[in-house]
């Protein structure tokens, strides 16, 4: 009987579930160790070496082929606990791990979830390694993570080769667009959607001569292009005033502040995060641009950035991905939850990490297989829950139609980090980019 891709795909994961019952020594973030079988494209170079005649009468004796039943979904999380986003990953790590929670314990779902945890350290080469290893020696089908938008589209080339499905954790707009791959589900909102959302409103609230402040990579230049492109859609009074660069993980911005306090620029737009974001903002008010420039960041509101920055946020502004307070979805469980969990209150990094894992087990539930090549394409348009309400993977890029807002970080009534007053809201069908905007060809 002729073998199917499928059934050798099954075949070496019965293997990898036989090891996994039959070896007690497992530590707490990795489950399953069985050098290099578990990789879907390993197993088919094991059909090719010991012909598909053997493995067609393992697999018709035992009736293991067809893809019928999920047993175990393996789930590699790609975090960067070290390095500049180490201060956001532990949010993403701490969601991931409530999402497989809530899979295993939540009776919409037939099957268990593991998953193994791995640090990409903000570097691309790193996170390449890390998913080959979970995902050839732990066995991990699905992975998720990265902040970085360079590591995340190292990890978007890494899951086309390896065929599993990847849910990115970073923002730049090419990952689910000029970039994309039909294996990337990505439930971070993107640098197009807060543009669209924020953009428009920074020109018609804050002001409209913009010098651009961006971390020289990815993101940085995504945020750069996308909001230009919006201002100046939205306002005949914009003006690109200037535009200066510093490499990420830079720590003295002191001649840049500079140059924006010097030039004709009312608004600072900085394309930057965590640490970055975070020092560029503190030197700023240290020199007193505040007084003179607004200073705007697509994640100027998130809760690590405010809590840092303490005074030296109030009075910024910023797009918003998540509040913990929005009225959306089942979020208020999500919060409790959280909260109870960790003691803290979940911020964008976890939302993402929790909404990626549980989006895409639902288009595992659906697919009745824990096979991702035949998972990509029932979760592709298929409308899932999500913290934001119901909510789906678009089938022409794969990318969540998330809501935005745009925000202001205001004294608080207690404390000294910022609180976020939500400004304007844009729906998630508004705020995304047409398909055909996208430069994705899936």
Avoid at 177 to 188: I, L, P, Q, S
Wanted: charged residues 20%; proline residues 3%; aromatic residues 8%.
């Amino acid at each position: 009987m002729p073998i199917s891709r499928k059934d050798i795909y099954h075949y070496g994961y019965r293997i990898r579930a036989w090891g996994h019952a039959n070896n007690p020594q497992r530590s707490e973030d990795s489950e399953l160790r069985t050098g290099g079988l578990s990789s879907r494209r390993n197993v088919l170079r094991l059909a090719g070496v010991v012909g598909t005649g053997a493995l067609a009468g393992c697999v018709g004796g035992a009736g293991l082929g067809g893809g019928q039943g999920i047993d175990t979904v393996t789930y590699g999380m790609l975090n960067p606990m070290t390095g500049p986003y180490g201060g956001l990953a532990e949010g993403q790590r701490q969601g991931a791990k409530l999402a497989v929670q809530h899979v295993n314990e939540s009776d919409e779902f037939g099957f268990e979830m593991d998953a193994v945890y791995e640090d990409t350290e903000a570097d691309a080469s790193t996170g390449r390694q890390r998913a080959q290893k979970v995902v050839q020696q732990d066995g991990a089908q699905y992975i998720m993570g990265a902040i970085s938008s360079s590591t995340a589209l190292a990890l978007n080339s890494f899951a086309e080769s390896e065929e599993i499905i990847y849910n990115p954790g970073a923002a730049a707009m090419n990952i689910t667009g000029a970039e994309c791959n039909e294996w990337v589900f990505r439930a971070e909102t993107h640098t197009a959607q807060i543009a669209e959302a924020v953009a428009p409103w920074t020109a018609n609230n804050v002001g409209t001569k913009v010098w651009f402040h961006i971390a020289d990579y990815a993101y940085g230049n995504s945020v750069r292009r996308e909001w230009s492109s919006r201002m100046a859609e939205a306002s005949d009074d914009f003006e690109e005033v200037g535009v200066s660069r510093s490499q990420l993980g830079s720590s003295n911005f002191g001649s840049y502040i500079s140059q924006i306090s010097n030039s004709d620029a009312d608004v600072v737009v900085v394309g930057m995060t965590g640490g970055d974001l975070i020092n560029f903002t503190a030197q700023a008010a240290d020199q007193g641009l505040k007084d003179d420039v607004e200073i705007v960041s697509p994640t100027m509101t998130f809760q690590v950035v405010r809590n840092a920055l303490g005074p030296a946020a109030y009075g910024t502004y910023g797009g918003v991905r998540y509040n913990a307070q929005v009225d959306t979805g089942d979020n208020h469980d999500f919060v409790s939850a959280y909260q109870q969990a960790y003691d803290s209150t979940p911020d964008s990094f976890a939302r993402v990490a929790y909404d990626s894992i549980r989006m895409t087990a639902h288009g595992i539930s659906e697919a009745g297989t824990n096979d991702p090549e035949e998972v990509k394409d029932v979760l592709a348009g298929l409308e899932v829950p999500s913290l934001f309400g119901p909510n789906q993977f678009r089938e022409c890029d794969h990318q969540a139609t998330n809501p935005v807002w745009a925000g202001e970080n205001v004294e608080p009534d207690s404390g000294e980090a910022a609180t976020v007053e939500l400004r304007e809201m844009i729906e998630g069908q508004d705020a995304i980019p047409s398909c055909d905007e996208t430069n994705c060809d899936l």
